[in-house]
């Protein structure tokens, strides 16, 4: 594992999922100060890293990063609203997105701060797989519409401003800390809820769809592993191995020793994401690193943190 030490270091969105789990791991030899709107994020999630003394969490919009007199040697902007169907019942999220993506652009820029931010794998939503940096974007939905404007945002930056920012590209990830998700977390760990209470996991569809998942502990290692990097980057972070939604009950099923069956509906609503997989080679080549938790393993590990 790679660590960073000593340094200040915002975090955006460091009260959600994936950003609580990225503090944890920071704020054990480094300042940290999390800007969150709390929309799907928690103090809860915080607990433990509130316990070291070197965390500070501000109530606000990420495009307000400018606006606290805070220096910062590194930028981590994981603050966006983190899933598809929140920008259908609200597609001026678009605009959320976009103020705050320019927002923490200009704060790097003014600072000279490094920046590693969260892009998506829903970029590849329709494109047959595997799924590489190059591949041109379909339009599918607002939420990758949003995503694909940052990213070329951060190219316009890096060619007008020398900002070189890292853009990672999760692929479904799933962990701790998703309580306050709700209905947005991840499958895997939406079934684990529903089969540990003897409840059938809901499938969209026939349970033939795909994912690469990808453990929040690799996905963790990948971003603070990006802030070794000088360039203006977007590289994957998946595993290279995907499974269909069936495999992934009886796997759940295997590690709960349980045999409950899901419960199929019609997928209810249009550009659902059938397969995703990550090409996985840049992310091998620029951060020396492969996401090897395996999907049974990643299971262990959720069952044993509850
Ligand atoms: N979990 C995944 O599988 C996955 C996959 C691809 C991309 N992502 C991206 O990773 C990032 C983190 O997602 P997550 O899974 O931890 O979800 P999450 O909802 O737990 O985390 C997002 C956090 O950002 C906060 N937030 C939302 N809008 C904000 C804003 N405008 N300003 C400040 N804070 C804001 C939320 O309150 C929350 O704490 C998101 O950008 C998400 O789109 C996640």
Not at 70 to 80: E, Q, R, T
Not at 110 to 118: D, F
Not at 198 to 209: K, L, N
Request: aromatic fraction near 8%; glycine fraction near 6%; charged fraction near 25%.
């Amino acid at each position: 594992m790679v660590e960073i030490e000593g340094k200040q270091i915002i975090v955006t969105g460091g009260a959600g999922f994936i950003g609580s789990n990225l503090v944890e791991r920071l704020a054990k030899a480094n300042k940290v100060v999390v800007i969150d709107n709390l929309h799907t994020g928690s103090a809860v999630n915080l607990a433990k890293a509130i316990e070291s003394g070197n965390v500070t969490v501000i109530e606000d919009n990420a495009k307000s990063i400018g606006d606290h007199n805070l220096k910062a040697d590194i930028v981590f902007h994981l603050g966006f609203p983190s899933s598809t169907p929140m920008y259908r019942e609200n597609p001026h999220l678009v605009d959320e997105v976009v103020a705050g993506m320019i927002s923490v652009l200009e704060y790097a820029k003014k600072n000279s701060s490094k920046l590693v931010w969260s892009s998506s794998s829903s970029i590849y939503n329709g494109i047959k797989p595997p799924h590489r940096e190059d591949a041109i974007p379909l339009v599918t939905d607002y939420y990758t519409e949003a995503r694909i404007a940052c990213e070329r945002l951060a190219e316009l930056y890096s060619k007008f401003y020398s900002v070189n920012s890292v853009a990672l590209r999760f692929f479904a990830v799933y962990g701790r800390h998703e309580e306050f998700k709700k209905t947005y977390a991840n499958l895997v760990t939406q079934f684990l809820w529903a089969m540990k209470n003897g409840e059938q996991p809901v499938v969209y569809g026939d349970g033939t769809q795909r994912r690469d998942f990808t453990s929040v502990d690799d996905l963790v290692e990948a971003l603070i592993r990006s802030t070794g990097l000088d360039s203006f980057e977007i590289i994957n972070v998946g595993t290279q191995k995907n499974y269909t939604i069936n495999e992934l009950i009886e796997k759940l099923n295997a590690a709960l020793k349980t045999n409950i069956k899901p419960k199929y509906v019609p997928i209810p609503f249009k550009g659902y994401v059938m397969e995703t997989l990550a090409d996985t080679s840049k992310c091998e080549r620029l951060l020396k690193f492969h996401a090897n938790i395996t999907l049974d393993e990643g299971i262990r590990r959720l069952i044993g943190d509850e």
